[in-house]
């Protein structure tokens, strides 16, 4: 057995084949871009930035307001959407296109920087997506498949195929690189810390692994970093739409969404153990190896979230994962002994195996539940079926009184929520709306109390189960979505 690299083209020919059949799934799931989590929040931002790029105010509340989603990607996005005409959806999916795009060459320059082997990139691709653990779970800026199909239209994808190209031209720069490259990467850094910003902590912790693993000469690059640095921070500095540094406060709010990134965590990534195994004979020959450094912050950032209860530091977890899962890709190709390498492929290939069939539910995404074999059906998660059934009625602007999952979507539409579905560190008055949302919900309050919260807030409609708010004497339903929801006007 030659395993996956080689001569023979065949050896090769394998794990390009099965990159490229996981990018196709990915692909079809772009055309049917399943609605999940915070889609949401990004299709509102486009379309606040659609209608004013100068003074898009808050994208889910009617406040004037700044918000850390206006990135300069959803700028783009947002041009694109004025210019074309095009709806916010049929945006994301150019997007989600060419953010894909983005990490699979990203990933492509990393890897070419660790390894000559041909089929190098392919495999570090697969072990990316599949080298996980067997219980699947969807988060933006982890790059498992059934996260990922999740969060493809993310900016958190785009930023993560930006800083496979950051730490890719560190690697290509240290040895000599000129100013206006690394003034370039300085740039390339701050796009990565406004378009997402735990994505930009992993992106900064890998660029600190790859300059020190890289052993520069300081006299030769320390300017040359320290200017690339200085004009990161500047570009971050002066962006418009919201103050960067000001989110260092926001930490406390952020904690209990995140608590269930150190739940299961053998479940979700043991895995990555043999990337483990890996990363420890790359720390037998190099004691300072870029990959063994990376995860080292990694381990040290999340671990110290984990003992001193701040939960939102384990949004730094793709910092242990992706170098480990990088590693086994490089050394399984790169062994020297053949048996060794044979032995090695046997063993990358059943753990990509039990991956692929942990996330096997992810084929649904493109094909349907009736469609999927019984014990794949049960992997797979019923996307939320948005709420287009409103708009006939509902215009950009008004404001909606809706909670948990309908105040995630309804802004997807143009509408307002009176709280956001989403935790807003910006929003001044953010707990006074969530309290008078759950007032309003509440059995047994008057009829004139909930008259006054939709006068407050100028609230033109209601989205409710059948039996919950009532029409009451101020409500009239208009119409009626799926599971039992009813669309009640407000008649002032």
Not at 7 to 35: E, H, I, M, N, Y
Not at 225 to 245: C, H, I, K, R, S
Not at 441 to 446: E, K, M, Q, W
Request: a positive charge; charged letters at 15%; glycine letters at 16%.
């Amino acid at each position: 057995m030659a395993g996956w690299s080689g001569s023979r083209p065949s050896a090769v020919a394998v794990p390009w084949a099965a990159a490229a059949l996981v990018l196709f799934l990915l692909s079809l799931v772009v055309v049917r871009l399943p609605w999940a989590g915070d889609l949401g929040l990004h299709a509102a931002t486009v379309e606040r930035l659609r209608h004013s790029l100068t003074d898009p105010g808050n994208p889910l509340v009617d406040a004037d307001t700044p918000s850390p989603y206006y990135s300069p990607w959803t700028v783009v996005l947002g041009v694109v959407a004025k210019v074309s005409g095009a709806s916010v959806f049929v945006v994301l999916r150019f997007g989600a296109l060419a953010g894909l795009g983005l990490l699979v060459t990203g990933v492509w320059r990393y890897v070419r920087t660790l390894s000559g082997e041909r089929a190098a990139p392919a495999v570090a691709l697969l072990c990316l997506v599949l080298l996980w653990g067997t219980d699947a779970f969807a988060w933006s800026g982890f790059l498992g498949l059934n996260s990922l199909a999740l969060t493809v239209a993310y900016p958190s994808v785009l930023a993560l195929g930006l800083a496979f190209h950051l730490w890719a031209g560190l690697a290509g720069a240290v040895p000599g690189g000129g100013w206006g490259r690394w003034l370039g990467l300085g740039v390339l850094w701050a796009v990565i810390l406004l378009c997402h910003q735990f994505t930009g902590v992993v992106a900064s912790l890998g660029a600190v692994a790859t300059v020190c693993g890289a052993r520069p000469g300081w006299r030769e690059v320390g300017a040359r970093l320290l200017g690339a640095g200085a004009l990161g921070v500047a570009v971050v500095w002066v962006w418009p739409y919201y103050d960067f540094f000001a989110l260092a406060g926001a930490g406390g709010g952020l904690e209990a969404v995140h608590r269930p990134l150190y739940e299961d965590l053998v479940g979700r990534y043991w895995l990555v153990l043999v990337g483990v195994v890996a990363l420890g004979v790359r720390w037998g020959r190099d004691r300072r190896d870029a990959l063994v450094l990376f995860f080292v912050l990694g381990v040290v950032v999340a671990g110290a979230g984990g003992v001193s209860g701040h939960w939102s530091w384990g949004r730094v977890l793709p910092a242990v994962v992706v170098p480990a899962q990088i590693a086994a890709a490089v050394e399984v190709l790169g062994a020297g002994r053949r048996g060794v390498r044979a032995g090695g492929v046997c063993v990358l290939g059943c753990a990509l195996g039990v991956g692929a069939w942990a996330q096997a539910g992810t084929v649904g995404y493109v094909v349907g539940r009736g469609m999927l074999p019984g014990v794949v059906a049960a992997k797979y998660r019923e996307p939320w079926q948005g709420y287009h059934w409103i708009t006939p009625w509902v215009r950009y602007g008004d404001v909606v009184m809706a909670r948990r999952v309908a105040a995630r979507q309804i802004p997807a539409y143009g509408a307002y929520t009176v709280a956001p579905g989403y935790p807003d560190f910006f929003l001044p008055d953010e707990g006074r709306r969530g309290v008078a949302v759950r007032r309003y919900f509440t059995g047994g309050v008057s009829e004139e109390e909930r008259r006054a919260v939709e006068r407050r807030y100028g609230v033109r409609w209601v989205v409710d189960r059948e039996g919950g708010a009532g029409p009451g004497s101020g409500l009239r339903p208009v119409t009626r979505g799926p599971a039992g929801q009813v669309l009640y006007e407000v008649v002032r």
